[in-house]
């Protein structure tokens, strides 16, 4: 029998990045309202629901490990064409290999026996769980591999969001829309 762990995206990430999302595009609506713009509010409101159920999509992906292999999977109601996923068999991992981003952090990919390469996912709750797991079934040396971003960072980025949610909540408000 396999024992499997699933790993879901840090729900302070998913939290953050919605919250952000609706802070930056709820209040476009009622700009167009109020400007007299050419897009309808009615429209916008569309298009924003239908981004903010792409961005959820998005931020679904959860990370399974069993004793076969990792896996990026995605719920089935997602389209397969929009987000795909990846699996990979313990036994094709050649090794795991930093990347330097543009921003000057770092990542890591499996590479596999093929030469392909697969981003780690770097975003879930348990991180330290996950590497320490990947460790014990490749043999492969983790003790240097950190998440991308802290959770400090996306408090201070949550609690900026917070205080532009509540910046618009008071403009609409005394603007008497």
Known sequence: ?????VFHLS????ITLLS?????????????????APVPPALLWVGISIGLVA?????SERVILDDQGIQVAYPKWIPRFFRKG???PWSSVKE???????????????????GKAYLLPMRVAGFARLVKLVEEKTGIDT?????LAQPWMYFILLGFTLLLLLMDGWTMINYEL
Request: aromatic share 14%; glycine share 6%; net charge positive.
């Open 143 to 147: 003790t240097d591999v950190y998440p």
């Open 11 to 14: 729900p302070l990430i998913r």
């Open 96 to 114: 795991l290999k930093p990347r330097t981003t543009g921003q000057g952090g770092l990542v890591y990919y499996f590479l596999s026996n093929e």
């Open 20 to 36: 952000l999302y609706v802070a930056l595009t709820g209040p476009l609506p009622f700009l167009s309202q109020v400007t007299d």
């Open 86 to 88: 990846w699996s990979l």
């Open 1 to 5: 029998m396999t024992s499997q762990k």
């Open 55 to 59: 961005l959820y999509a998005a931020l």
